[in-house]
C-alpha cells in the first residue's frame, strides 16, 4: 500500500470489466476511487459502487454536480475512460484545480468535424471533407463529392455507422442508412450531439494502425503502435485483430510516432492516456482520429508493462493510475513479448442463440483468454448499426506473426449461431381471422 489519502476520480459510462482492473489497482495502491457514471440521479446507488450520477451529454453540468458532491474532499487524480466521460472529466479537473487536458482540445477530440478542421489548420494531411444534413438532397449537395468517399456521424465511435461509398447510387444509400440509424431510438438516447449531420470525406487508401499513448506534461510517450492486418476498406469499417510491437518498418513507425506528437500538439492536449488511428500508404502517414482516453475496454489487456523480466508486470489501468497520481513507476517500458487481441466480430446481425468451442479455443498454447462478452438470446447487430462485438480473444508469443497466426486459428474453433430476429407484429395491423 503506498498513500492510502490518496482520492481519484474515474469518469466512465459503464461498470465493467475494466473498471474492474482499475480497481484492483487501486487496492493495490491504497488509492480510493471515486466513480462518475451517467445514470439516473434519482437511483439510490443501484449497484452499490457509491458513484456521483450524471449526464454526459452535458459536461459542465455534469462538472458541476461533481464538484458540489466532493465539496470540501481533496481529489489527487481523475481520469476518464470513453469519449462522452472525457468532456466532463476535463470541465471538473478545470474545477478542481487539477492539472488534465483543456476542455477544448477533449471537446474537439469528439467532434470528427472539428478534427479535421483543426488537422487541416495545423498542416496535417487530411482528405477533403464537408458537413451535410443526414438528408442530402441530391443536387446541390452532392456537387464536389468525389468517389470513393466516407460518410461518418459526427460524433459516434467505434466506427459505428461508418460506410464507404463508391459512387453517387452508393452514397444516397449509405446517406439513408446513416439516417436511419441515427434517427433510431437507441442513438437518440444518447444525445449526442449533430445528429442531424454527417461528415463526408475523401477514402484514404492503405494499411492502419492504432497508437496508444501517454502525455506528461505535453510531451508523447509512445506506449505501444498496434497493426491492423486485416484490410479496413469498406465497405463497412468494424476492426478484428490488434497486434502489437507493429510488424512495419523502424522508419515507418518513426514517421507515425512523429505524426501522432504533431496531432496531439495540434489538439493542444498536454497530459494523460490517448488512443489514436492512422493511416500509411505511399503518400503520407495521415491521422484518422485521436482521443484522449485509454484504449477501449478489454483490449487493454495487451498491455503490460515491467522494468525487467524478474518484476511483476503490470496493467496499463495501474500505470495510468500512477501516473495521474504522480507515484513512481508510471514510466516502466512495456513488456517485451508480443500480444494481440481479435474483438470477435459479428458476421451478420441476429439473436445469439449458442457459442460452441470455447473449450477447445482456451486450451490452445498461447491463448492467455477468451471472454465471451454478448449474451445469449439477445440481438447483437452487425456493422455498421453495431458497436459491440461478441467477445475478445487474447494471445501471446515471440513474434507479432506467432500471436496473429494464434488468434486466426482459434478464432476458426469458435461457432457462434446467430439467427434472424423475427419481426414483431403490431397489434393494429395484425388480421383477425373471418367472422373473429
Known amino acids: 500500500m503506498m498513500n492510502s489519502s490518496k482520492q481519484l476520480l474515474l469518469f466512465t459510462a459503464k461498470l465493467g470489466y475494466q473498471t474492474r482492473t482499475f480497481e484492483d489497482a487501486a487496492r493495490k495502491l491504497g488509492v480510493q476511487l471515486v466513480y462518475v457514471t451517467d445514470r439516473c440521479h434519482q437511483l439510490e446507488d443501484p449497484w452499490g459502487d457509491q ?22 474532499q481533496e481529489v489527487s487524480g481523475v481520469l476518464a475512460l470513453g469519449d462522452r466521460p472525457a468532456a466532463a472529466a476535463a470541465y471538473a479537473a478545470r474545477g478542481l484545480g487539477i492539472e488534465y487536458n483543456h476542455p477544448a482540445s477533449v471537446e474537439a477530440c469528439r467532434s470528427k468535424l472539428r478534427m479535421r478542421e483543426v488537422f487541416r489548420d495545423a498542416g496535417l494531411r487530411v482528405p477533403w471533407f464537408r458537413s451535410l444534413p ?16 466516407v460518410l461518418k456521424p459526427l460524433s459516434l465511435s467505434a466506427s459505428q455507422g461508418v460506410i464507404r461509398a463508391n459512387n453517387r447510387e452508393e452514397f444516397l444509400a449509405a446517406a439513408a442508412r446513416l439516417r436511419r440509424l441515427l434517427e433510431s431510438a437507441d442513438i437518440r438516447a444518447t444525445r449526442e450531439p449533430n445528429l442531424d449531420q454527417m461528415l463526408v470525406e475523401g477514402y484514404i487508401p492503405g494499411v492502419e494502425v492504432a497508437v496508444e499513448g501517454l502525455l506528461v506534461d505535453g510531451t508523447l510517450r509512445i506506449l505501444a503502435i498496434f ?25 515507418t513507425q518513426g ?41 477501449g475496454g478489454l483490449c487493454a489487456r495487451t498491455l503490460r508493462f515491467s522494468a525487467c523480466e524478474a518484476d511483476e508486470p503490470i496493467a496499463l489501468e495501474e500505470l495510468l493510475l500512477r501516473h495521474a497520481l504522480q507515484l513512481p513507476g508510471w514510466d516502466v517500458p512495456r513488456e517485451s513479448v508480443a500480444s494481440g487481441v481479435m474483438m470477435i466480430p459479428v458476421p451478420h446481425s441476429g439473436v445469439l442463440e449458442c457459442v460452441s468451442g470455447e473449450a477447445a479455443a482456451r486450451a490452445t498454447p498461447g491463448i492467455t483468454e477468451l471472454l465471451i462478452t454478448a449474451r445469449l438470446h ?9 458497436s459491440t462485438y461478441l467477445g475478445f480473444l487474447f494471445a501471446s ?18 461457432d457462434f449461431k446467430i439467427a434472424p430476429r423475427l419481426p414483431v407484429e403490431h397489434p393494429a395491423t395484425r388480421r383477425l381471422p373471418a367472422g373473429g
Open 227 to 251: 497493426d491492423k492486418p486485416d484490410p479496413l476498406e469498406g465497405p463497412y469499417f468494424e476492426e478484428t485483430i490488434y497486434v502489437t510491437p507493429s510488424r512495419l518498418p523502424e522508419a
Open 378 to 386: 439477445d440481438y447483437i447487430a452487425a456493422w455498421p448499426e453495431g
Open 255 to 295: 514517421q507515425i510516432e512523429r505524426c501522432a506528437r504533431d496531432v496531439t500538439r495540434a489538439l493542444g492536449l498536454s497530459t494523460g492516456p490517448i488512443h489514436a488511428e492512422f493511416r500509411i500508404n505511399e503518400d503520407s502517414i495521415w491521422p484518422i482520429e485521436i482521443a484522449a482516453r485509454p484504449i
Open 397 to 414: 508469443g515471440r513474434t507479432a506473426a506467432e500471436v496473429e497466426r494464434q488468434i486466426r486459428e482459434v478464432h476458426k474453433k469458435l
Open 134 to 149: 443526414i438528408t442530402p438532397v441530391p443536387e446541390p449537395s452532392l456537387v464536389g463529392i468525389h468517389y470513393p468517399c
Open 51 to 72: 458513484a456521483i450520477a450524471v449526464h454526459f451529454e452535458s459536461p459542465e453540468a455534469a462538472a458541476y454536480t461533481v464538484m458540489e458532491a466532493l465539496r470540501g
